[in-house]
């Protein structure tokens, strides 16, 4: 027998018993044209010749495998054919066993390619896939596989309980089996997207830690085993948040002026209800901007006593409300006499003292208010004999506004007021080892630093034990003059410090940026690290980097990706890097139990550093 191989004419010869009617001839090239002889011989004499030709297969691709499913599509991979092929062609069919054929495709795919996902798929149908390689209009043998897309997507999803931080998200498992659901929640403006896991068994789950008044997009997938469905996908709005700390100041007989805090969200405007409570029915209601801090009620009833509700309001949707209540003075000449002549003497960096001419007419007690703009509004009561208070714990280089009301069988007068600044710091400056300006001190755990935007901006804690003294004011005392910044630490018997020569915190949109260079000092350098990086807390990161860092590490502080300094973490914890942290000191694992951040006018010349 001769087998010739057309192309090059390569003859292979092979002797075959005579008993013999087949023959298996290996070592043929693939995707070839061979001719084939076949010559009887007995006793030396050859008989005559039959011949016949062929093309062997081309060589197909190998280990077809699903490596991937999901609802409606499987991901398939295979072991490239070997030699030059003209494409691969993909055939798709529902298995004959499983219902009728319908839904049979077939994909054209170029050479090089070792993978193809197949969309389009019924879930929970089981698909016979065969891939082949073809060249010159020849194919080689098919590599087979059976797939089953899947698991099923859960359906139906729906929100209730939604609150300006919070809400609920609700789904339908399907109707196969499943391992667990895996929800996806993501503020579509400014986050970072956060994945929670939940057992088959759970169709529900609670979003916490929400921005008020802020769209997310909330996605529920199935998972099973490591197959993962289509997801399901959904939008839904926060609830703006309430103003806070509403109060009534400058109150007579017949007006009153509101103020309050701002919400965090970006509201359209703020609704106002008020009344007297001897008539309820008597409700009237005033709208206001939503860039509004104050509104002037007027033609108010004399010594009435008043409720009052605002909302914030952002679209259709409205916030829970916030409450105060005042009385109107008496309309009646002598008894509504105020107070007169308030002023403020001895004015010092941390405090002054209030005095006042009393009315002609006794009163009971006085309430005495003071705040700084955008501020804490601080109150307090005093007996009806005094005519000066002394105001303690105020903030360096600000200016204050104070209210004095004479008060009379619970109706209280018309307010007077004043306004003064604190003194600067560099007023104290006198020694070569000058006064610095504590603004952040960390010394036995007792004040919880994990807070919210708010509360960073405006300060928090005791001046005489742990604090913050406040975005606002970090701000304001570094744009008056330029400041450098101090770090001093201690553990035990180690005290080491950071010096920077500059310092500064700008509130470009409203973000509380630091930037800060020129170290020097004992504790090494983890601050820089924090240059240009804006303010964050739980409740408000505005530029998140790759995780929410201001909740994984615990604190308010400069994030970047994440931290090298935490000074504002969690009191002696030394776990996950939580802890209040200088890397280039004690490193990730150790909590300080000692810091103070501190600032002096760069002005300020010593003879020696610190």
């Known amino acids: 027998m001769e087998c010739l191989k057309k192309e090059s004419d390569q003859k292979i010869t092979s002797t075959v018993n ?28 050859m008989g005559t010749k039959s011949t016949t030709t062929f093309q062997t297969l081309i060589s197909g691709p190998k280990n077809l495998q699903v490596v991937k499913t999901s609802t409606t599509s499987v991901i398939v991979q295979w072991e490239e054919a070997q030699g030059d092929i003209d494409r691969y062609i993909l055939s798709i069919s529902p298995n004959q066993r499983d219902g009728s054929g319908k839904g049979s495709q077939e994909m ?11 969309d389009g798929l019924e879930p929970g149908r089981l698909y016979d896939i065969s891939l082949v390689a073809e060249r010159d209009g020849t194919r080689s043998l098919p590599a087979t596989v059976q797939a089953t897309p899947g698991p099923e997507p859960p359906s139906h999803l729906s929100f209730s309980d939604i609150t300006d931080t919070s809400l609920t998200a609700y789904w339908r498992r399907p109707k196969s089996s499943v391992s667990r659901f ?27 830690k929400l921005s008020p008044g802020s769209t997310y997009e909330v996605s529920v997938i199935s998972v099973l085993g ?20 509403l109060r009534a100041i400058n109150i007579t ?13 970006t509201v359209d405007q703020y609704i106002i209800t008020y009344h007297s409570e001897e008539d309820p029915g008597s409700e009237l209601s005033v709208r206001v901007s939503g860039n509004a801090v104050e509104q002037q009620l007027q033609t108010l009833k004399a010594s009435t006593r008043y409720n009052v509700t605002i909302i914030s309001r952002l679209g259709e949707q409205k916030s829970s409300s916030t409450h105060t209540t005042f009385t109107t003075a008496s309309g009646s000449p002598g008894k509504g006499e105020a107070p007169r002549d308030l002023t403020a003497k001895h004015i010092t960096a941390r405090t002054a003292v209030l005095s006042w001419k009393p009315p002609a007419s006794a009163v009971t007690s006085y309430r005495l ?7 804490e509004r601080k109150e307090v ?46 007023l104290l400056l006198g020694s070569e080892e000058a006064l610095r300006e504590v603004f952040q001190r960390r010394n036995d755990g007792k004040t919880n630093f994990f807070r919210t935007w708010q509360e960073y901006r405006k300060g928090f804690g005791d001046l005489e034990g742990e604090f913050w003294l406040g975005n606002d004011f970090l701000h304001n005392l570094t744009t008056m003059t330029p400041m450098n910044m101090r770090v001093d630490m201690r553990s035990g018997d180690e005290s080491v410090y950071a010096h920077y020569s500059t310092f500064s915190v700008d509130t470009m949109k409203k973000h509380y940026m630091m930037r800060v260079s020129g170290y020097s000092g004992t504790a090494g350098d983890s601050l820089t690290y924090h240059d240009k990086r804006p303010f964050s807390t ?13 909740m994984s590490y615990r604190g308010g502080w400069w994030y970047k990706n994440c931290h090298e300094a935490n000074l504002n973490g969690l009191y002696n914890t030394n776990i996950n890097h939580q802890g209040v942290i200088w890397t280039t000191w004690k490193g990730k694992e150790f909590s300080i139990p000692f810091t103070e951040m501190k600032l002096r006018p760069a002005s300020f010349k010593t003879h020696r550093q610190g």
């Open 538 to 550: 739980f409740d408000r990161d505005p530029q998140p980097f790759i995780t929410r860092c201001a």
């Open 18 to 45: 005579g008993g013999f009617s087949t023959y298996t001839q290996v070592g043929l090239a693939p995707g070839q044209r061979y001719t084939v002889t076949i010559t009887g011989e007995k006793d030396g004499k």
């Open 381 to 426: 009561t005093l007996n009806p004999g005094v005519t000066e208070h002394k105001l303690s714990g105020l903030r360096p280089s600000s200016m204050y506004k104070a209210l004095l009301q004479g008060e009379r069988g619970g109706v209280y007068t018309a307010a007077i007021s004043t306004e003064f600044t604190t003194a600067s710091c560099s």
């Open 182 to 208: 895996k929800v996806t929640y993501m503020h579509t403006k400014e986050g970072e997207p956060i994945s929670v896991t939940v057992d088959s068994s759970t169709t529900t789950l609670s979003l916490t």
């Open 253 to 265: 007989d017949t007006k009153a002026l509101l103020l309050w805090r701002p919400a965090l969200a």
């Open 108 to 118: 054209r795919l170029p050479p090089g390619r070792d993978s193809a996902q197949i």
């Open 369 to 375: 208010t003071y705040f700084t703009k955008g501020g």
């Open 226 to 245: 490591l197959d993962e469905s289509d997801p399901i996908k959904d939008f839904v709005i926060t609830l703006p948040d309430p103003p806070t700390d």
